[in-house]
């Protein structure tokens, strides 16, 4: 075959196929009604039914860890810095600035 012809080849069989179309969905359900479960899982999957779609996920905004960093005025976003940076230490009661 021609690799210049795929396109007409193409263009038959999608015409073959929307013509059977209907019919071959038909025989499909047909199928699945006696218990066949191949043309009964392609059905599914072709109307959209199987695999089921995703749950919405929250909004980051809506989750409760954001709730409570925003509540707590800490950021939301990971801070990002080098290793070297200075933080002020906890356990340090004078306020003197420790590293990490």
Not at 4 to 12: D, E, F, G, N, Y
Not at 24 to 36: H, I, P, R
Not at 53 to 60: D, F, H, S
Request: contains cysteine; charged residues 20%.
């Amino acid at each position: 075959m021609n690799p210049s012809s795929l396109p007409k080849v193409r263009k038959a069989i999608a015409d073959l196929v929307s013509v059977s179309a209907l019919e071959m969905v038909t025989n499909l359900v047909e199928a699945a009604n006696t218990g066949q479960v191949a043309p009964a899982k392609y059905l599914f999957e072709i109307a959209g039914l199987f695999p089921a779609a995703p749950e919405p996920v929250e909004k980051p905004e809506d989750s409760l860890a954001n709730i409570l960093l925003k509540q707590m005025g800490l950021p939301i976003e990971p801070v990002s810095g080098d290793e070297d940076s200075t933080f002020p230490c906890i356990a340090d009661h004078t306020g003197a600035r420790g590293s990490f």
